[in-house]
C-alpha cells in the first residue's frame, strides 16, 4: 500500500493517527486529510519537533501500517 491509499481512506487511518499522535485533535486530523505534508507539519508544530524527526516519525508509522 502506498500513500495515495492513506488519502483515499483517510476515514480507516484517521484512528491509527490518533492512536500515534494523541495531542492531535480531531479538527486537526480531519484538516489533514490524508495529506502526509500536513501530517508532518501538524505533528511537528504540535510536539515541537524538527522537520526531520516529524518526517522520520511518519515513515516509522507507515512503515507499520501500510504493510
Known amino acids: 500500500m ?3 491509499q492513506v488519502e483515499g481512506n483517510w476515514k480507516i487511518f484517521k484512528g491509527k493517527v490518533k492512536e500515534q499522535w494523541g495531542d ?3 479538527d486537526e486530523i480531519d ?3 490524508g495529506r502526509r505534508d500536513q ?12 522537520q526531520e524527526e516529524a518526517e522520520r516519525q ?3 508509522w507507515s512503515r507499520s ?3
Do not use: H
Open 24 to 26: 492531535l485533535t480531531d
Open 31 to 33: 484538516e489533514i486529510d
Open 39 to 50: 501530517l508532518v507539519g501538524r505533528i511537528q508544530k504540535r510536539y515541537g519537533i524538527a
Open 65 to 67: 501500517n501500510l504493510n
Open 2 to 4: 502506498n500513500w495515495n
Open 58 to 60: 511518519v515513515e516509522d
